[in-house]
């Protein structure tokens, strides 16, 4: 039975499941959070320079190290990263930060108030310990803005523990030799961090809790948008388990079946601790079985081998069937060992719940077992590297089995795309926090803060006032150009047209493969503009988008003119119009009127968009009238 | 209620747990939450109860709850280097009374602070100084010398100094002038704090260390020479500037490519002039320094009565525009003060190229009036120059404008 079939019977009030949620979401601010960079992401290809560091981990002003950052730094790394006409000395750390930036400090203000909580009297700025080079400083920026809030769901009120302002790490771009290759366009960023209290019970409220914060994150209009912009962390534990971090759900969509699963593994493992308590199983000391594997047929042992490397093998004594035993879908026991021994450098493990396959015969498994000295019951789980590699990769999932024998283990696992998860590192502490010592502590002040509109009220608002339908004002109300849309709106743009042109004409052009992307907030308010002006009919709108989004460089009113759209004055007009009739003089002199319909289609086309409809509709009739 | 107990502090509906810290102000409590952040709150809303006293020593060294030994074993077949700490940024710590970093590391400190120094040599740590370097004086210097001077004679096979970086040039000068050295005295520090992970301050000690095993017995600044972490420049103690407040190669040989390098990957000590080798010289010590000697900047506009201040100084470095100038209307002024007695020596603020004060009327005046032109040694180190000279040269003038550290570029060679 997998993992997943098993989940559908869980109860989790039983089960004492307990989870909350970090949704991390990227401000949409002018600059970053500690210098005066723009808040724009970069092709790698654009780098203007790149250099080199490494990181040592150092103490907390307590006097304590970090776990997480003790283990991640065991990995001696060169770091790379690329720099940009767009980032400045401050990224590189070569220059120390600039004070916190306003304007983001405003719009997290903004989010506290919208989940009802306190802002702290004084707001000290905080290094949080992070060697894996995500941040060029080692440590990334992160202030507690304020404390204590909630929001509702419909299986009842979900406490806010905190908000924190950050900056965003720099984005891993390639593994290169010995290291990591890191672009710095994103670092700096600000970022607000918005941690829930464990009062989470159910998948289902989970992802109804992730939804909500998000709907009033957007609410506040000056939050980022698109992939990568918003990444959720969820915590679960069951009654019985251990507090989980699992770092890097991109879709919201998965929450539940994250949690879910998590479920499932976390009480699949107090299984396996129980039945491993009973038979009283235990991990054995590491060993050399190299020998048994010479004549390997194994293209990884030999390869390993051949390199001058080893093979090492722990006996899991009384684990048999234990370690290829499913805790999630697609994932054994043994993919936990493997992970473990992956993070010490080893490609993976091998266990004799899978021998023999990979190329490892049934008499080598046997050999094996034999040389380590273990019975039937038993399971033996192998490494082959680099000796050096080899041997601390063995000891690392060694020590993962003997936490099988506990349960569950706490520690920070990352979000796979199947909705899985996979081990990362040790659960950091509060050792890794260390005071900013440039930058000052700051006083937020909430008197000034807007309430911003929900977007709920938003949806209901736009179709009383404006009079759109509920799909289209939600589409506008929650999708990225609802600040724009409420701008022109403001100053006088017929909110329908707004509404459609940046919801249903963009929808349209974007399937169309035209690259939407391209145009500016400038563009798209220039073309409403026009088109306010009567210097563009509607009928143009998508024409003249099209030839902006092709040579972005242009303005509104160029394009246009270039392009020939709108513009044409009533005599053009006509002319084209008594063009269509007298082409058609046969019909137009049988049918008269009648003929209205078909030729109205003919002299719209003919017009291709430079003419208002109603205005065509008008001279058509007239020109008509005349011949019949 | 203490820095170091666990409160519980309630403020108006909210109630939070954590760490008392040291407050940088009386308006606010510093708690440190569990989650490892520090929130600042209102001294005078706050409702404090003590939950349990010293939880955690807090004694602004930083260094609490360490137990750990420096001493390590001798091991005949390595050199023996002399770490002498002065503070600065290589070796400091967060200050909970200002919120900004302070020095407090002593050398053994540095030692744990840097754990790749070991395995490169049988150390030996002394401190001389806790100061950040905007706070160091001659006297100081003066002590440092001594130290040096002391070490190198109980044997030590090179000498390393943590020093701050803003007057590091200043220091490494002074030495340059006191010290005749048989072995590498290498001045070091780092651009950016050793609590953060990324500090130059690993590499720019491990480097200063190879430098200092090396065979160049001079007196080196060994600081970052690029962005990367991949090479240390080794400058001449008198011809380096720090031309940048805060990147990590601010560090600059002036008229000339750095004297030598340091490769950070392979621990390679390479130069590109030649250098006095390791044994030449006998070690000798002349610290005596003349205190009265002042440097002075023109720019257009300046007040003359700025003269009158150093009226009857022993000396006065001028650090003037272009070939060596200032305004005319100075000149008879400047003329007094040399017949008062004041060595009155010109420097250029162009820092690249040396004084020519014969090719406009401007200078020859001024050499008229008997000022004594630097050649092309940089003002920082020609104030330093005039203070050592003053005690320890028989002709001042002639010292002055003449090379004795290689302060003084006798050929002005292009190199870039």
Redesign the interface.
Known sequence: MSANEETADFDYEALGLVAGLEIHQQLDTATKLFCQCPTELRDPEAATRTFTRYLHPTRSELGELDDAAVEESKVDREFEYLAYDSTCLVEEDDEPPHELDEEALETTLEVAQLMAMEPVDQAHIMRKIVVDGSNTSGFQRSTLIATDGEIETSEGTVGIEDLLLEEESAQRVAEIDDGVRYSLDRLGIPLVEIGTKPDISSPEQALEAAERIGMLLRSTGKVKRGLGTIRQDVNVSIEEGARVEIKGVQSLDDIDDIVRNEVARQATLVKIADELTECEAAVGDRQDVTDVFEETDSGVIAGALGDGGSVMAVPLYGFDGVVGREIAPDRRLGTELSDHAKRHGAGGIFHTDELPAYGVTADEVEALREAVGVDPEDAVAIVADETEVADAAIEAAGERAETALEGVPEETRGANDDGTTRYLRPLPGAARMYPETDVPPVEPDPSDVPEPELLTEKVERYQDEYDLSSGLAEQVAYGKYMPLFEDVVADGIDPTLAASTLESTLTELRRDDVDVETLTRQHLEDVLGLVDDGELPNEGVTDLLTALATDPDRTAQEAAEEADLGGADEDEVRDAIIDVVERNEAQVEEEGMQAFSGLMGECMGALRGKADGDLVSELLREEIQKRS | MNPGDRVRVD????T?EG?LLPS?TDE?L?V???????????RG?ADVEVLAEDV?E?DGT?????DETSEIAFDDDLPTITLISTGGTIAS??DYRT???TAQFDAEDVLRAVP?LAGRANYRGRVVANILSENMEPPIWQELAAVVHEEIEAGADGVVVMHGTDTMQYSAAALSFMLETPVPIVFTGS?????????DN??NAVAAVEAAKSDCAEVLVCMHG?????ICALHRGTRVRKNH????DAFETVGAEPLGAVDYENEAVSFRRDYQERGEADLALESDLEADVELLKFTPGMDPAFLDVVEGSAGLIVEGTGLGHVHTDLIPRIEELIDDGTTVVMTSQCLEGRVCDRVYDTGRDLLEAGVVEAGDTLPGTAKVKLMWALENSADVEEAMGTSLEGELQERSVPWE
């Open positions: 403020r108006a509906d909210r939070l760490v940088s606010n510093v440190k939450l569990e989650g490892g952040y520090n929130v600042g709150i209102d809303e955690y807090i930083g260094s609490n709850g360490d710590t967060v919120g900004a970093v790749d651009q950016r704090s050793a609590d953060r992970p990324s500090s690993v590499m690029s962005e990367s972490d991949d407040t805060s990147r990590r």
